[in-house]
Antibody
Framework: QAHLQESGPGLVKPSETLSLTCTVS????????WNWIRQPPGQGLEWIGY???????DSSPSLRSRVTISIDTSRNQFFLHLRSVTAADTATYFC??????????WGPGVLVTVAS | QSALTQPASVSGSPGQSITISCTGT?????????VSWYQQISGKEPKLLIY???TRAPEISDRFSGSKSGNSASLTISGLKAEDEADYYC??????????FGGGTKLTVL
C-alpha cells in the first residue's frame, strides 16, 4: 500500500498557475500510475488526469488545455500544474495511485483557494 | 463528458438494505467492467469499496456488494449501520481512456 501526501500553496491568485506536489512513500513510484482528482467545496469528485512512471500522461478533456502533470521518479514525487486558474478551480486536490482503472490509495487532500 | 448519474441522497434505518444506482452510457459504464465505488466520510479522502463492478477491496465488509446491468451499476449496502453514513461515489473507465465519477450520493442512516 502506498502512502501519498499532497503539498503546495493553499492560496493562488486568479490567472496564475496552481502547482501541487504529491510525495509517495511506502514503495517506489515505478511501475504504477498516479492520478490527480479534485473536489470543489460541497461538490463531487472530478478526475483531473494521470501520469505513468515512464511519463505517459492523459487528462480530462475539460481541463486538458490547462493541465500539465509531470513526475520525478528519483524523488518519488509527481506534480500538477493548472494554468490560468479562476474561482471555479477552488477545490480540495487529491493525489491517488491507480491500479488498472481503480484508485486504492489516496492522499488526505489539500484545499486550494483561488482568490485575490 | 458529463458525470455519471447518481441519486443525490438515499436513507435507511439500521439493519435495512439500500441500493445506490450509477447510470452512464455505453461509452463508460455499459462498455467496460471497470466500475468502482468509493466511500467518503466527512470530506476525508475517499476509500475504495468495490472495483471491477463486483470485487470488494481488501478488508471491506461483505455487507457491501456491487452489480451492473447495461449502462447502470449499483452499490448495495445490507445490514445498515450508523457508521455507513457517508457520501458514496461511483467511477468508470471511459472510451476516451479517462476516468469519470458520479455526482455522489449522500447516505443518511435514520
Amino acid at each position: 500500500q502506498a502512502h501519498l501526501q499532497e503539498s503546495g500553496p493553499g492560496l493562488v491568485k486568479p490567472s496564475e498557475t496552481l502547482s501541487l506536489t504529491c510525495t509517495v512513500s511506502g514503495g517506489p513510484i515505478n511501475d504504477h500510475y498516479w492520478n490527480w482528482i479534485r473536489q470543489p467545496p460541497g461538490q463531487g469528485l472530478e478526475w483531473i488526469g494521470y501520469i505513468s512512471s515512464s511519463g505517459g500522461t492523459d487528462s480530462s478533456p475539460s481541463l486538458r488545455s490547462r493541465v500539465t502533470i509531470s513526475i520525478d521518479t528519483s524523488r518519488n514525487q509527481f506534480f500538477l500544474h493548472l494554468r490560468s486558474v479562476t474561482a471555479a478551480d477552488t477545490a480540495t486536490y487529491f493525489c491517488a495511485r491507480s491500479v488498472d482503472t481503480t484508485l486504492p490509495d489516496w492522499g488526505p487532500g489539500v484545499l486550494v483557494t483561488v482568490a485575490s | 463528458q458529463s458525470a455519471l448519474t447518481q441519486p443525490a441522497s438515499v436513507s435507511g434505518s439500521p439493519g435495512q438494505s439500500i441500493t445506490i444506482s450509477c447510470t452512464g452510457t455505453s461509452s463508460d459504464v455499459g462498455g467496460y467492467t471497470s466500475v468502482s465505488w468509493y466511500q467518503q466520510i466527512s470530506g476525508k479522502e475517499p476509500k475504495l469499496l468495490i472495483y471491477e463492478v463486483t470485487t470488494r477491496a481488501p478488508e471491506i465488509s461483505d455487507r457491501f456488494s456491487g452489480s451492473k446491468s447495461g449502462n447502470s451499476a449499483s452499490l448495495t449496502i445490507s445490514g445498515l449501520k450508523a457508521e455507513d453514513e457517508a457520501d458514496y461515489y461511483c467511477s468508470s473507465f471511459t472510451d476516451r481512456a479517462t476516468l469519470i465519477f458520479g455526482g455522489g450520493t449522500k447516505l443518511t442512516v435514520l
